[in-house]
């Protein structure tokens, strides 16, 4: 949930964040996200952390959740690579980020 007192950059990772799942998750069937939790919040906010550093924005508390999602383990960051890097360029490009 976006706050108004959130920092900018906090707001426009949530913003990200919700848009990787739009990307990524949209036509998964009834249950995926319950079944699949982890892997679904590790890979929304790998591609918000990867674009908000492609735009310059300090969005450093993405790790803290990615890891924790992930329970940091690398099977679950291995999972999700392939659809943060699909995700992230889509993005990119579509926001215009050099």
Not at 65 to 88: D, H, K, M
Request: net charge negative.
């Amino acid at each position: 949930m976006i706050e108004s007192r959130d920092e900018p950059a906090r707001q426009a990772g949530i913003l990200l964040h919700e848009a990787a799942h739009m990307i990524l998750h949209t036509h998964d069937e009834p249950g995926e996200y319950v079944a699949h939790r982890g892997l679904q919040e590790t890979e929304a906010e790998s591609v918000a952390y990867v674009v908000a550093q492609a735009a310059g924005l300090p969005y450093h508390e993405a790790i803290h959740y990615i890891a924790g999602w992930s329970r940091s383990e690398l099977e679950i960051l291995e999972q999700a690579a392939e659809n943060v890097r699909r995700a992230a360029t889509l993005l990119i490009e579509a926001l215009g980020i050099q």
